[in-house]
């Protein structure tokens, strides 16, 4: 059973940037269609990036031109680099496949704020 680990959250002004990473353990991680989401107070979790097993990338239209996701599968790892940061981007940041396979990991918590 794949288990995620998301980190790279914290709090930033408007206008900065965040990496996030999520790391996947166990094996054909890059057999999988991955994504990020994210998960407001008071909001369903939405989906904002999906990029497939060779890079292929999709994007929610209130993130596209700001935010970039990217893999590395030697590494196991999914990023989303988040630029020109808005407080309406404040939520919890989760990864996990295109489908929502596997079971939820805790997130990382986003706060933009001036």
């Known amino acids: 059973q794949v288990q995620l680990v998301e980190s790279g959250g914290g709090l930033v002004q408007p206008g900065g940037s965040l990496r996030l990473s999520c790391v996947g353990s166990g094996s054909a991680f890059s057999m999988y269609t991955m994504a990020w989401y994210r998960q407001a107070p008071g909001n369903q979790r939405e989906l904002v990036a999906v990029?497939?097993?060779?890079?292929?990338?999709n994007y929610a239209r209130s993130v596209t031109g700001r935010f970039t996701i990217s893999r590395d599968n030697a590494q196991n790892t999914v990023y989303l680099q988040m630029t020109s940061l808005l407080p309406e981007d404040t939520a919890v940041y989760y990864c996990?496949?295109?489908?929502?396979?596997?079971?939820w990991g805790q997130g990382t918590q986003v706060t933009v704020s001036s």
């Open positions: 990029i497939t097993g060779i890079g292929n990338t």
């Open positions: 996990n496949t295109a489908s929502q396979y596997f079971p």
